[in-house]
């Protein structure tokens, strides 16, 4: 597979627009009682919006394989971006972390799962994107060169 | 660049995925700052200024009142789940009652107590102890200590007294069976007693 500087920089672009719903939905996992708004542990709902998060990288990248890709790349960004969040009380307001080698176990018991609904709902989107797209052009190309009706 | 025509080719498809990825990117700031604040709110809300007052009153009975102040600095309402109160001297010496319960008080969470945000609630027990079994007993615990070379009266008595205030911050839902690490993070449990002061 190879990858251009064009390829890298839309990769790129997809990850970081694509990771925001994978941090949100790791993040409102863990405490479905404090986040807004709240998928309240709907594991269907997850599933929906990685599909969504995988649909738009299968519809404006030109490679389907690419767009597949994007999804292993913007799912662990995503999910770092979860771990950062979670641990913003401690880092931005300098709290003290009482067991910090349990307090980050408990995160990654908790959401690990997610990772294969936000893996399997971003193949499904891409390549429902990438129908879509091939859907949209097949239709154009019709409407440009197909037969003229007097 | 190619990548950018095909984004203006497919502009409106472009601004919604713009704004899907923008809306989780601010619900993620505006979650994890509701965290923060919330973390920052279990250190910030405290008990304060414990004040306990004995008073012999003119028929002879003994009035204790309490006093103790819930200090809620944070922006979250604090919703009372229960608190508690007892009063009692310990009394090492006897052989069958080690402690001589003065006064007890509970409130459930019925009670519908908040304590707002930026404000401070002074809860307030009293107990008048009148029974001439207990009276007997507090004297018998003061004649014996005077024995020991402490000189107490109803008034100096070293009162062991104890205060807990659980309590919910803010009108996050609590009531999770399983993950019970839902409900510590937003619970309040505060204690204080004469001999630790506040916990």
Redesign the interface.
């Known amino acids: 597979m190879k990858i251009g500087r064009e390829d890298a920089i839309a990769l790129v672009l997809v990850t970081l627009l694509s990771s925001t719903p994978i941090a949100f939905m790791s993040f409102d996992f863990m405490f479905p009682n404090i986040s807004t708004p709240s998928l309240e542990k709907n594991l269907l709902a997850v599933f929906a919006i990685s599909a969504l998060a995988g649909m738009a990288p299968g519809y404006l990248l030109k490679r389907t394989d690419l767009a597949m890709m994007s999804v292993m790349t913007y799912t662990p960004v995503g999910y770092m971006l979860a771990v950062l969040l979670y641990s913003a009380p401690y880092t931005i307001y300098n709290l003290d972390l009482l067991l910090p080698g349990f307090y980050y176990t408990l995160f990654f018991r908790f959401t690990m799962v997610l990772l294969f609904l936000f893996v399997l709902g971003g193949f499904v989107g891409a390549v429902f994107g990438s129908l879509v797209r091939d859907s949209i052009r097949r239709e154009e190309t019709a409407l440009t060169f197909g037969p003229k009706k007097d | ?3 950018l025509k ?2 203006k080719k ?1 502009w409106f ?2 601004v919604l ?2 704004a ?3 809306f ?2 601010g ?2 700031f ?7 604040a ?3 709110a279990q ?1 910030d809300i405290t008990l304060e200024n414990p004040v306990l007052d004995a008073e012999e009153l003119v028929n002879g009975s003994l009035r204790l009142t309490f006093s103790i102040e819930v200090s809620n600095p944070t922006r979250f309402a604090l919703h009372l789940y229960t608190s508690s109160w007892t009063v009692r001297i310990v009394n090492s010496s006897s052989q069958t009652e080690g402690t001589i319960t003065l006064g007890t008080m509970y409130m459930g969470p019925t009670s519908f107590l908040n304590v707002s945000g930026h404000e401070a609630y002074t809860f307030e027990f009293e107990s008048i102890v009148y029974e001439p079994s207990t009276l007997s007993n507090i004297k018998g615990f003061i004649n014996y200590s005077a024995s020991e070379g402490d000189d107490y009266t109803l008034e100096t008595i070293p009162y062991e007294n104890e205060f807990r205030f659980i309590g919910m911050i803010g009108e ?3 009531e ?1 069976l399983r993950e019970s ?2 409900s510590d ?2 619970t309040i449990d505060l204690r204080y007693t004469s001999s630790e002061g506040t916990q």
């Open positions: 660049m190619a990548f095909r984004v497919h498809s472009s995925y713009l899907f990825s923008l989780f990117l619900a993620c505006f979650s994890a700052n509701t965290y923060s919330v973390v920052q250190r996050f839902q609590h999770y690490y839902l993070l937003v």
